[in-house]
Nanobody
């Protein structure tokens, strides 16, 4: 299973970016429990940004509530993260995550998001 993320880059504060992540390989949508996004800055632990379950339930870190929105495509193998009102503290490497109903975790390589003040 491979996760390929797109959409990172450099943006000014208060701007927007949209990340997308597509799962490919030996994976079927019915075997996916959750898809989500995590982020990490140097010297800190990777933290949850947002997750969406197979039934559409979403969960967000307090720091991004009301600014970031996660969604999945109709097939269920692509996840999106719409990031609005970006702040410099949102600067991080963002990682796509897929968690299967069998309990297996998959991670994408990460995409850099840099927010300038």
């Amino acid at each position: 299973v491979q996760l390929q993320a797109f959409g990172g880059g450099l943006v000014q504060a208060r701007g927007s970016l949209r990340l997308s992540c597509a799962a490919s390989g030996s994976i079927f949508s019915f075997s996916i429990k959750n898809m989500g996004w995590y982020r990490q800055v140097p010297g800190k632990q990777r933290e949850l940004v947002a997750v969406i379950t197979d039934v559409g339930t979403t969960n967000y870190a307090d720091s991004v509530k009301g600014r970031f929105f996660i969604s999945r495509d109709n097939i269920g193998t692509t996840v999106y993260l719409q990031m609005n009102s970006l702040k410099p503290e949102d600067t991080a490497v963002y990682y796509c995550n897929l968690f299967t109903i069998a309990g297996t975790n998959y991670w994408g390589r990460g995409t850099q998001v840099t927010v300038s003040s």
